[in-house]
């Protein structure tokens, strides 16, 4: 059975590994773009400053990410985000310690006493059952009322998609929340009897030494495989019950292919063998992000935090700023210091298109706003994402159903990454992980 894989993102790495390890005699390809492997998880060295390209690590309060180090054999290179990332931030227009306790949450004043008021009015909101495709901010206003929504939902939507809640679907973006509604009546109701069933802590922040590179090169280094690197793949067509593969100027034929390439990228492959299929990727949209970030050698202020998330309404085009080295302190040099700054997003979508000289100035002028940080970094690093995290929105779970109806009509050839069912590195795994499975299962009775 002859597999090729295109993309060498986590997707598509992790697909190989698992299949690999169900099928460790079937014969591997994998094809990538770039001139390594990693996608958006990919650690850039400048001056002895670890800069995160995109994902900063995953939650450990799912087992997927977990599975797949912990089996590849990688558990040496974790690392555990330090104490201090529990302390998170928000900015709007003054910062804000996040409440991580029913007191704090009392005594923020990030929210009015009616805001508060009606945020505890959620246990009285009657269920909404018909199946909506609703957007998070409807469903906040609905349920938990505009004070919060404008803000905890408005950050938190920056944080995790750089998108906002007008532009995200409750139900594709955070199936959970839909599902609490749907079950127990209630997002409160829902967690109270959820906490009931399931007692333990939450997750903690968690990444490897010196940057998700590190993992991703052991990933790598464990799999056999014939690595195509530095080259895009072109094409995908029929070719009796198997597919031949257009990249670098020449072809190859697979009994399994695996398309772990955004969805507009395998909207491009895609295109000649089935339109139909290419049209219905191509609905799938994308927030542009750009990632600044700054390396100080001497920086007089205190880092102790996670950092901060901005609401719209700060009027910063900034979605938020990760203090990396209180989180992770290996990734700067002794004494440094670095801040990450994420920007566009939904929020400014043209943002991340600009000039790098630009970025940096609107980022330093940010940071000094947010945090009184005026002092220029000895460093920077910047990463634009033109199209960075596909953006959930009302009609994705649509799309989505009809990627899959259409990919059904073509055995053999599958679909991963982050463009469909969950963009954290814990979904690419879970997922990946599945699809391995499926295939080595279908494959093997083919
Ligand atoms: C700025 C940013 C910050 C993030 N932070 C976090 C975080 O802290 N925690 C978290 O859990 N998640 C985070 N994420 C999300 C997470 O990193 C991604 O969802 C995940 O890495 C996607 O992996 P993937 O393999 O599906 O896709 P990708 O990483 O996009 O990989 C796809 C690969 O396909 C290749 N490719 C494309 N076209 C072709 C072609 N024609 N031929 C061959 N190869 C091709 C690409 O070069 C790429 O390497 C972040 C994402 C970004 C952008």
């Known amino acids: ?57 995953f939650l450990t309060n799912k087992p997927d990410s977990l599975d797949l180090v912990r089996e590849s054999g990688a558990g040496a290179l974790l690392l555990e985000s330090s104490a201090a990332a529990r302390k998170r931030f928000i900015y709007n227009g ?10 704090a949450f009392l005594q923020t004043r990030l929210l009015s006493a009616g805001g508060k008021l009606r945020v505890l009015g959620e246990f009285l909101v009657r269920a909404r059952r018909d199946g909506a495709d609703e957007n998070l901010r409807d469903f906040g206003y609905r349920r938990l009322g505009r004070e919060f929504t404008d803000v905890f939902l408005d950050a938190m939507t920056a944080g995790i ?32 009897a959820r906490r009931k069933r399931q007692a333990g802590p939450g997750g903690v922040l968690t990444s490897f030494t010196s940057g998700v590179s590190t993992f991703i090169e052991h990933l790598r280094a464990t799999l056999r495989a014939e690595w195509r690197f530095a080259t895009a793949v072109e094409g995908i067509e029929r070719a009796g019950t198997s597919y031949r ?15 772990a390439t955004p969805a507009y990228a395998a909207a491009g492959l895609l295109a000649g063998l089935d339109a139909g299929l290419a049209r219905e990727l191509g609905r799938i949209r994308y927030s542009p992000i750009a990632v600044v970030g700054f390396g100080y050698r001497a920086l007089a202020q205190p880092l102790d935090g996670f950092g901060l998330l901005t609401t719209s309404s700060a009027g910063l085009p900034l979605l938020g700023i990760l203090w990396d080295s209180s989180v992770f302190p290996d990734r700067a040099p002794p004494g440094g210091k670095i801040l990450r700054a994420m920007l ?9 298109l600009r000039e790098e000289g630009e970025l940096v100035a609107l980022t330093r002028a940010g940071i000094e706003r947010a945090m ?32 899959d109806a259409a990919v059904a009509r073509h055995p053999g050839l599958a679909l991963a990454g982050n463009s469909y069912h969950g963009v954290a590195m814990n979904d690419c795994c879970r997922n990946s992980r599945a699809l391995a499975a499926r295939l080595a299962d279908v494959a093997g009775a083919r």
């Open 344 to 352: 566009g997003g939904q929020r400014n979508p043209d943002i991340p």
């Open 245 to 259: 593969v257009h990249a670098g100027g020449g072809s190859a034929e697979f009994d399994q292919v695996v398309v």
């Open 372 to 403: 009184g940080v005026a002092a220029a970094p000895d460093t920077v690093y910047v990463k634009r994402w033109p199209r960075g995290i596909p953006n959930y929105g009302p009609g994705h779970l649509a799309a989505v159903a009809a990627v």
């Open 94 to 103: 003054e910062l804000h310690r996040m409440p991580e306790s029913p007191g």
């Open 161 to 192: 998609y750089g998108s906002t809640p007008a532009q995200l679907s409750v139900a594709a973006a955070f199936p959970l929340i839909a599902q609490l509604e749907r079950e127990h009546g209630g997002l409160f109701r829902g967690m109270l």
């Open 1 to 57: 059975m002859r597999i090729g894989i295109i993309g060498a993102g986590i997707s598509g790495l992790a697909t190989a590994f698992w299949l690999q390890r169900a099928r460790p005699d079937w014969p591997l390809t994998v094809y990538e773009a770039g001139p390594d492997a990693g996608g958006a998880l990919h650690t850039e060295v400048v001056d002895g400053f670890h800069f995160e390209a995109g994902c900063n690590g």
